[in-house]
């Protein structure tokens, strides 16, 4: 048995690495997201995990010490609601301050007609989305803005300093996951699909309902603009080894929140091109597919093979391995309902049901079917990591090749319609030099450092919108 956190590390990846590419390592992997478990494991308050990301991530190190896991997401309580209450944010509760201590943060729906987002300002939204996020959106989700400048002020220096410390303390953590428990980090980057966007954080689920069926032309037509901004955040921030995939959270796009039809016509003809970009990079994304999706499975099924990674919530677990198995690894399966009220025995059973039926032949990782919270046991979760170990054995002999490298051809990555301000700038540099006097020296240089920066206000707004 390895026990040197190295050797282990680089095993897990092996393992991880050949499940997602659809090939078959010595065994199944497990990969968890464990977002409030890990509090309930390392004796935590889900206030302490989510108000303090220090917490959060020594939660992550205790559970990863203490499961045989391959890979795991440094920290799954991702929201950080430091940051939401520098900025504060009008669509988060917060645990130990506006709900109990130990509920995890839970998002506020605005009222359909109070959105974040009102339907007149579609053209505005479409016309210019960075301007629109800061001129219209900001000032109405964070409260401080009605407080007066100097809040105000306070509330964008503070989120601002706020974001760049967290983001940067996920490099160390990464590496504290590797070097200490020999544990993979399982996602790299964000992104979501421009409708689910639109429900989330601009219109709320029921305007964007109604939209769909009043004006569905301007709903098209904001996710046509939204699309080139959510590839250039997936894109930038994707796995520059290609060995860990892009997680999309896809939270409304299925039938029954949305029809086919609109599936068909908006949802899906706005987000396949993305995910058509990070795959002609050499990239997969994870499709975390909440909810059920069986009415879909044939559209994903058109994607190039080895493109994505499907994971199971409600979708029926033996249609998908049908329709996708063969083309993509599956992941999850195991029911949250089934982690928390089920016994050990229950969840065994359950888990080798999905070996049996979606693992035959490689391209199986085992999860819950959703993020586990702090309902699900530690008994049962045991029960899934030890029974996928003992009986999701396909070698007794570890694998020593590299993984297997992907089979398909990718095709270049497609082009889509840019709109008056190009991804990655607020202020252009061609706005910018019309407020300054002549340059008199180099102005690439000036160009260049403007661009820069100007990018990191640009990476501010959009993460605030996808990650916050």
């Known amino acids: 048995m390895i026990t040197d956190p190295s050797e282990l590390y680089a ?23 464990a977002a409030e478990f890990t509090a309930t494991y390392a004796g935590f308050t889900a206030q302490q995990v989510t108000h303090d990301y220090n917490q959060a991530f020594e939660a992550v190190i205790r559970t990863c010490a203490g499961f045989d896991w391959d890979a795991a997401v440094p920290n799954m309580v991702y929201v950080w609601t430091g940051l939401t209450q520098a900025a504060n944010l009008r669509y988060y509760a917060t645990p130990g301050i506006d709900v109990g201590p130990d509920i995890g943060f839970q998002y506020r729906e605005p009222e359909q007609d109070n959105a974040w987002m009102r339907r007149e300002e579609y053209d505005e939204l479409i016309d210019d989305p960075v301007g629109f996020l800061y001129r219209t959106w900001l000032p109405r989700v964070s409260a401080d803005f009605a407080l007066g400048p100097y ?74 603009a939204l699309m080139p901004h959510l590839a250039q955040i997936a894109i930038g921030s994707l796995d520059p080894t290609r060995m860990t995939p892009i997680p999309i959270w896809m939270h409304r796009g299925c039938v029954p929140f949305i029809s086919r039809e609109h599936f068909n016509s908006i949802y899906w003809p706005t987000l396949k091109p993305i995910v058509e ?24 099924a058109e994607l190039p093979a080895g493109s994505i990674i499907f994971h199971l919530d409600r979708s029926d677990f033996r249609l998908a391995h049908e329709k996708l198995g063969s083309r993509f690894c599956l992941s999850g399966g195991v029911p949250n309902s ?11 059973d359950h888990c080798r049901l999905l070996i049996d039926t979606c693992a035959g032949n490689g391209g199986f990782i085992m999860d819950a079917s959703a993020i586990m ?18 009986y999701g054995q396909y070698s007794r002999f570890a694998c020593s090749d590299a993984p297997p490298e992907p089979t398909a051809v990718r095709p270049p990555a497609p ?54």
């Open 11 to 33: 095993q897990r990846l092996h393992r991880y690495v050949t499940a997602m590419r659809n090939g078959k390592p010595d065994r199944v992997p497990l990969r968890p997201f």
């Open 151 to 224: 809040r105000q002020s306070l509330a964008l220096v503070k989120s601002t300093w706020a974001m760049a410390n967290y983001f940067n303390a996920f490099g160390p953590q990464v590496e504290r996951m590797r070097r200490e428990t020999g544990t993979v980090s399982a996602i790299c980057g964000m992104l979501k699909a421009p409708l689910d966007v639109l429900a989330d954080k601009f219109r709320g689920y029921l305007g964007l309902a109604f939209d769909l069926m009043e004006i569905p032309e301007k709903v098209e037509a904001a996710c046509r």
């Open 277 to 300: 970009a990070i795959w002609a990079r050499g990239n997969q994304t994870l499709f975390y597919a909440e909810g059920k999706w069986d009415a879909h499975l044939d559209a994903f």
């Open 338 to 348: 089934l982690l928390a009220f089920g016994t050990p025995q229950q969840v065994k």
């Open 373 to 390: 919270q702090n309902d699900a046991t530690v008994e049962n979760v045991r029960a899934m990591t030890d029974c996928t170990r003992d």
């Open 415 to 468: 082009a889509w319609a840019i709109g008056r301000i190009p991804p990655g700038a607020c202020l252009p540099w061609v706005e910018k030099t019309k407020e300054l006097p002549v340059i008199s020296g180099d102005p690439d240089l000036c160009r260049k450092v403007w661009e820069d920066v100007d990018s990191l206000a640009y990476l501010y707004i959009w993460h605030l919108v996808l990650s916050f």
